[in-house]
């Protein structure tokens, strides 16, 4: 977008020059742009968080490793001090215009955060677990976005939020009931990337829901949970594809939501095929399953491949992997290997022509607009 952003400006400058518009529209479409940029994380701002995370590390371990000679108010003192300077002073700095050094102070407080309560919960001895800790992390690292409006801090508790439900969903010995508060979170945290405009948070959270979705199903019943996924996502996938600007309006993906969509339908027909293909008398349904997946994917390029890149990498990934998965399921009940190799390349090579000749299409209108 930034590519874009600034060949557009040159062009309305152009288009000043040679007197195709006026002034007023020229200034109106600048700020246009400006309004609607979508503002990409620069290498410079990406250093900086890092260090950001590195210093923050460095503080706490500082801390932690000289715990026992420091005083136990002066322990609090520190860390508190730590916490108010990164938010105030990364806040001072982003007001003057240093928004990348401003945000990483602001990631070294919520890192400063997540210390201070491990290290206060050792020194007051305090009850409670990993989950535990994690939960009110992300809950002040969450409040801290909503205030500063930082985009940032709102994929930073998400983040956490991931944490949360790996500690919580792998911990088969401790576990009690499955994670699923972490769908509480989720709503919320998408409700905050609103707010804080992180269309990056949001891409995570639906990803993180799938991955919520697939802990599930290795708990539970695989045909209750992939099955409505994948009819879910294939809707989805069509009110996102023939609806786009309206969905992508109460959204803000970025016209990604179809990506989103097709990688939902091919996980829950995943799931589904895996589900069938250890019982010999699911072979039809397997075959069934497959076949809905490998139309599915053709009709995910046909409908929205030529909008987004992205989604044709992943409609290709996605055959690739059913094509492993038919051949590893097939193989075992096939006495005759060769004949499902030779049924593989002919589906591979009316594939490859089918996507040659889509690629050359879509590249067409181009081209067109480009000699026109």
């Known amino acids: 977008m930034a590519s874009y952003a600034s060949r557009a400006k040159s062009d309305i400058a152009r288009w000043l020059e040679a007197g195709l518009i006026d002034g007023p529209t020229a200034d109106a479409l600048r700020r246009d742009i400006e309004a609607n940029e979508r503002r990409s994380l620069s290498f410079g701002s990406i ?40 938010y105030v002073g990364g806040a001072l700095l982003k007001i003057r215009g240093h928004a990348a050094i401003g945000e990483a102070l602001w990631i070294i407080a919520a890192a400063a955060f997540g210390g201070s309560i491990a290290l206060i919960g050792q020194m007051y001895h305090l009850t409670g677990d990993e989950a ?8 002040g690292t969450a409040l801290a976005a909503v205030a500063l409006r930082s985009n940032p801090l709102t994929v930073a508790s998400v983040g956490i939020a991931d944490a949360w439900l790996f500690v919580k969903g792998f911990d088969y010995f401790k576990r009690t009931e499955f994670p699923h508060f972490f769908v509480v979170m989720a709503i919320v945290l998408f409700a905050i990337s609103s707010w804080t405009r992180s269309q990056a948070a949001r891409h995570l959270i639906i ?18 949970v992939a099955i409505p996924l994948a009819i879910v996502s294939a809707l989805l996938f069509a009110v996102a594809v023939f609806a786009a600007e309206p969905v992508d309006r109460i959204v803000q993906l970025g016209g990604r939501l179809p990506l989103h969509a097709l990688i939902g339908f091919l996980t829950g027909l995943a799931m589904l095929q895996m589900e069938l293909a250890g019982d010999a008398s699911y072979d039809s349904g397997f075959a069934i399953a497959s076949a809905i997946a490998l139309a599915g994917i053709v009709a995910a390029i046909m409908l929205g491949g030529r909008e987004s890149r992205g989604l044709r990498w992943v409609a290709y990934v996605g055959f690739a992997f059913e094509l492993a998965l038919i051949y590893v399921v097939m193989l075992r009940s096939m006495l005759d290997t060769a004949g499902f190799f030779l049924a593989a390349a ?27």
């Open 132 to 139: 535990s800790a994690l939960i009110t992390w992300g809950a």
């Open 346 to 372: 002919v589906l591979l090579g009316i594939l490859a022509v089918v996507i040659i000749q889509i690629e050359k299409r879509m590249k067409a209108p181009r081209a067109e607009g480009v000699a026109a």
């Open 207 to 224: 990803l993180s829901v799938l991955c919520y979705l697939v802990l599930f199903v290795i708990d539970y019943s695989t045909l209750q």
């Open 47 to 86: 250093l900086a968080m890092m260090a950001a995370l590195l210093f923050g590390a460095a503080i706490l371990i500082f801390v932690a490793a000289n715990w026992e000679a420091i005083p136990r108010l002066a322990r609090v003192a520190a860390l508190f001090a730590i916490i108010l300077a990164g």
